[in-house]
């Protein structure tokens, strides 16, 4: 009788710890699934550099490329933006910038300062399209392909690491690997 | 029965009521100090209740700060893009209290559907986004995924 | 240069060791093999040298400011103070973890070490299952959160800066403190697995496991304290204590590690309690490591969480699975089963002592239900916050039944106490606290039921200890005489008891004659607050070495226009992370707190939002905690420790500097 209380505790962890299983959060990065795999939300919005310029959906098309969420209050953009800057220069990787609730003054002087990795970015002051793609915060890193549609979705700093394993498969022209089955 | 045996009962009763006031305590003060967390849609379908304490979370909307100038009653809108309601509170905003980003504030509806806030918290760092709050706007860019796309 | 891989590559073999330490040991005392017992050591004293290598590695790599380091570009910058860059080394995620495992190597170096007069195979099991523990922080870090992660080829040019809330004295010492009481709670884990391996649960497993258990519950005291001292004056709110998960993560164990202090009094005196002192020991620190996993798994993200990792979490919980889970299985399967008769009466000390275990396990199990509490409601469906005014219900009604069942209990003897005894020594204490219940409060201002309840259990406790010391030195010429005799461990009752009702005082004075206001102010403007004149003299501009600032300097006099006080307080805006802080601005006293700080400018003339505070007795806050401390050295300092590790081997330097040389070695790591 006794010997059977003594297993009340572990008993009661047992409980405990499932119920920190069921609710941990899943991994961010697959929290979007429902947007993988469907064309870019469309949009309409102003070029970061040239205020005069209006970007949609459709400049996101012809080839494979990574859309990258920063901006100049995100410390972590800063960090994985050195990065962005090698692959755009020395792979040749095509990168579009998605300036998320941001200034447009202090973004522009940024791209001056560390470099513009971009071939353009979009400047998403109110965070409407960050909010259509599912943006949780920057950085965030999408993969798009040649259709316009989004196959990856990448929370958090861009390094080799993340290159190697996780994006170039997306761009067998760069890496010349095959694309994996999705 | 034996005196050992009287005493061990004893003890074991004592302990055990003891224990059952501590929660019955623990449950009563927890129905009493519970917080239902609201998001602005909620609000404006009508499913919070008036004049009860409870959280309410959203993006502080991009120019609807009003300070008053001669106190320090402020007056704000939050929204969850798919609702937004109006808070007043009267008090000193956190240090990353700002337009467009989010926010929880504590306190409760008055019958105009205005939102008497005793409390505001705003996110403590840029990565961190209070739970609720992500959740809430996780939930409204589910629904619009659904929808045809918007002109924005 | 080292390079940072190096300090990787030493994690690694610690690991390696670790894994040995956890073997090797354990299947020596298994097999009665002296040779794989006597292993324990050496595999302690290179993994921890090792663990020691990769920490200075990483410091190096921060004074340096190797930003090719992910870890050192997230969380420093090359205009970071030094100091700051050293302990930016545990600012962030992976760092505090490489700090976690540096601390419990030291502590398990500690035990390898202090442990000459003990049996080989205690010894062994000992070390092997604080390697076990080792191991599983070791492989997380490998595995999951290095902090030397490299960012190649191209190298940030600068980092992104430290959070600058934690640019500041009290979170260099914070974390390394904190960390140093939750870890150190693994040593009495330890003791309480190996006996439960070894079936042997005697006095002197208690007599060994007690030291230890006291150190690691000063420190963590100690921790606890500062945490609160820095929200008060960083945070901008002039609160100090929030009942934040994070707080309430550090709470649970301290409550359990109390209640473990005392139980092992009672096995350790009279070999009572022996299943249930075991059970405590998993139970503190099996809340010391659900603390980190409340923390690191953004499973109950708070105000100052770190940055969530559910991978992570995930992790964590299979750590937690194991450890704790397999130390419950454990303790189910061998703890002796207590078929004695009991063998004392319920006015003995044990009976006491028993209440006291009670009602601490009660509040560390009300803690852990607020805590939790929102999980639970989001499993319905619902989302929930459960309210500081729930713990406050919860702790008022706890704090006096633990003071009074202590006020008793302090004149009660083991066995059994004779009722007159009782009878004469405590209605004197009780009584002569009457009056001062109610003429504390009335220094502050009006009566009410929770300040004077306060100070009646502050003063009860404060007379009855009193009575205690005059009754134990009877005799004497003196009582100071007397109570320079008393030996070291009473003392430190006797501080943590005093430490108690400092702070009871301290917090029910505060909570309820606390006065504030919240005003607009521009400089020249003046405030009235508690009959004191707040003038808001002129605001100034300076730069920092790595931010901006706002600074108002205020005065403050009473309304006989003495002035009484200058106060600064600031509004930083630190340039690089683009953070707002603010600095307040208090003159600290022993009777009262002024207290100012910035809101937020406002449009108009140099106005801003401005918080004045008086708080009474805040600093007893902190001061009761320091006792406790104090308490907690001056027991472990207690030379029978030392006499009876003497006694058996000379050698030994005693269990006392325990604590001391596990400071040394971290601060070796700093150096």
Same mark, same amino acid.
């Given at each position: ?5 003594l ?7 047992a ?24 064309p ?7 070029? !970061?550099? +040239?205020?005069?310029?209006t970007?949609?959906q /459709?400049?996101?098309?012809? *080839?494979?490329? $990574?859309v ?18 090698h ?23 940024? !791209?001056? +300062?560390?470099?513009d990795?971009?071939?353009? /970015?979009?400047?998403?002051? *109110?965070?409407? $399209? ?14 798009v ?19 190697q ?18 | ?22 929660v ?16 602005p ?39 969850d ?18 337009e ?8 409760e ?14 996110k403590?760092?840029?990565?961190y ?19 045809e796309?918007?002109?924005? | ?32 093999d002296r ?27 921060f ?11 997230g ?8 100091y ?6 545990w ?58 992660e ?43 697995l ?10 002197a ?11 690691a ?8 304290a ?24 550090s ?25 249930w002192?075991?059970?405590?020991a ?14 690191r798994?953004?499973i ?5 969480a ?57 509040a ?24 500081a005014?729930?713990f ?34 405590i209605?004197v ?22 300040p ?47 430490g ?12 309820a ?21 707040y ?31 200058d ?12 953070s ?6 208090i ?72 604590g001391n ?11």
């Open positions: 009788m006794n010997r059977v209380l297993f009340v505790p572990v008993i009661f962890f409980i405990l710890g499932f119920v920190f299983y069921t609710m941990m959060e899943h991994d961010p990065s697959e929290l979007q699934s429902a947007r993988l795999n469907q870019f939300p469309a949009f309409q919005l102003t070029d !970061l550099e +040239k205020p005069e310029l970007r949609d /459709s400049a996101l098309q012809g *080839e494979p490329m $990574l990258n969420v920063w901006a100049t209050w995100c410390p972590a953009c800063r960090a994985e933006h050195a990065y962005l800057v692959l755009a220069e020395q792979k040749n990787v095509a990168i579009i910038g998605l300036n998320y609730k941001d200034q447009r003054q202090a973004a522009n002087e940024w !791209l001056v +300062k560390l470099g990795p971009y071939r353009f /970015s979009i400047f998403d002051q *109110e965070g409407r $399209l960050g909010l259509d793609l599912g943006v949780y915060g920057a950085p965030e890193t999408y993969v392909d040649a259709d316009g549609i989004i196959r990856y979705r990448h929370v958090g700093v861009v390094n080799e690491k993340v290159w394993e996780k994006l170039s498969p997306w761009f067998p022209a760069i890496s010349g690997s095959g694309v994996p089955a999705s | 029965m034996n005196p050992v045996r009287k005493q061990r009962l004893a003890i074991i009763a004592f302990v055990l009521l003891g224990l059952a006031g501590a019955a305590l623990a449950l009563y003060a927890l129905s009493q100090n519970i917080n239902l967390f609201f998001s849609d909620q609000v404006v379908a009508g499913e919070a209740p008036v004049e009860q304490r409870m959280r309410l979370g959203g993006m502080v909307v991009e120019g609807s700060v009003l300070r008053a100038s001669d106190s320090l009653k402020v007056q704000f809108d939050l929204t893009y798919r609702g937004t309601v109006t808070v007043q509170y009267e008090g000193i905003l956190p240090d990353l209290f700002r467009g980003q989010g926010i929880v504030a504590m306190g509806l008055n019958s105009d559907r205005v939102f008497q806030a005793d409390e505001v918290l705003a403590h760092d840029e990565k986004m209070p739970p609720e709050i992500s959740r809430a706007l996780e939930r409204t860019s589910q629904a619009a995924a659904g929808e796309a918007r002109p924005l | 240069m080292i390079l940072p891989e190096f300090g990787h590559f030493a994690l690694i073999l610690a690991f390696g060791l670790a894994i040995l330490l956890a073997v090797v040991p354990l299947i020596g005392a298994w097999l009665g040779l794989w017992m006597q292993m324990a050591r050496p595999f302690t004293g290179l993994m921890t040298l090792l663990i020691l290598l990769s920490f200075i590695t990483l410091t190096l790599a004074l340096k400011d190797d930003f090719s380091v992910a870890y050192v570009a969380h420093s910058n090359s205009l970071l103070p030094w700051y860059k050293m302990s930016a080394v600012g962030g995620h992976e760092g505090s973890l490489l700090l976690w495992a540096l601390i419990l190597a030291g502590w398990t170096f500690a035990v390898s070490r202090f442990s000459k007069a003990l049996p080989e195979d205690m010894v062994a099991r000992v070390l092997g299952i604080l390697g076990i523990v080792n191991a599983g922080f070791l492989s997380f870090i490998i595995i999951k959160s290095s902090p030397f490299r960012i190649l080829p191209n190298i940030p040019p600068d980092g992104a800066d430290l959070n600058p809330l934690l640019q500041d004295f009290g979170l260099i010492v914070h974390p390394p403190l904190l960390y140093m009481g939750y870890v150190g709670f693994s040593v009495a884990f330890a003791f309480a190996a006996a439960l391996l070894g079936g042997k649960l005697d006095a497993w208690a007599r060994w496991s007690r030291p230890w258990t006291t150190v519950w000063a420190f963590l005291t100690l921790g606890i500062l945490g609160s001292w820095w929200a008060y004056y960083e945070l901008g709110w002039g609160g100090w204590w929030f009942w934040d998960p994070v707080e309430n993560a709470l649970m164990p301290w409550l359990a590690g109390t209640a473990l202090m005392h139980s092992l009094a009672v096995t350790e005196k009279r070999g009572l309690f022996k299943s002192t075991v059970l405590l998993i139970f503190t620190f099996s809340l010391s490591l659900l603390g980190t996993f409340l923390v798994s953004g109950l993200t708070s105000v100052h770190f940055a969530s990792d559910p991978d992570r979490g995930f992790y964590i919980l299979a750590l937690l699975a194991v450890t704790i889970g397999g130390s419950l299985l454990l303790y189910a399967l061998r703890a002796p089963v207590v078929k004695s008769r009991i063998g004392f009466s319920e006015r003995s000390r044990e009976t006491f002592l028993l209440m006291n275990n009670i009602i601490l396990v009660t560390t199990l009300t803690v852990l239900g607020g805590t939790l509490f929102p999980l639970f409601a989001e499993m319905a469906g619902k989302e929930v916050s459960v309210g005014p729930y406050d219900a919860m702790f008022s009604f706890l704090t006096p039944l633990l003071v009074a069942f202590l006020c008793v209990g302090i004149f009660s003897h083991w066995k059994d106490t004779r009722p007159g005894l009782l009878k004469r020594q209605p204490p009780l009584i002569a606290a009457i009056p001062f219940a109610f003429l504390i409060p009335m220094t502050q201002g009006d009566l009410a039921f929770m004077v309840l306060g100070s009646f259990l502050a003063v009860w406790l404060l007379f009855a200890t009193i009575r205690d010391i005059s009754q134990k030195v009877s005799g004497r010429r003196s009582l100071w005489a007397g109570w320079m005799k008393t030996r070291r461990s009473y003392k430190g009752m006797v501080f943590g008891h005093l108690l009702a400092v702070m009871i005082m301290g917090a029910a004075l505060v909570s004659y606390t006065i504030e206001k919240d005003v607009r102010m521009a400089p020249g403007d003046e405030a009235t607050l508690g009959g004191l004149v003038r808001f003299e002129r605001l100034a501009h300076y730069e920092g070495p790595n931010f901006i600032s706002d600074r108002a300097y205020f005065v403050v006099s009473s309304d006989s226009g003495r002035q009484i006080a106060l600064h307080a600031e509004k930083r805006r630190y340039v690089v992370s683009g707002i802080m603010t600095e307040a601005g003159q600290a006293g022993f009777f009262r707190d002024l207290y100012v700080s910035l809101g937020e400018p406002l449009p108009g003339q140099d106005a801003w939002a401005v918080r004045l505070h008086i708080k009474p007795f805040v600093r007893w806050l902190w001061l009761g905690a320091l006792l406790m401390a104090i308490g907690g050295a001056l027991a472990v300092a207690d030379p029978r420790y030392r006499q009876k590790a003497r006694a058996k081997a000379p050698a030994s330097a005693g269990d006392a500097e325990a040389t596990a400071v040394s070695v971290q601060e070796g790591g700093q150096a």
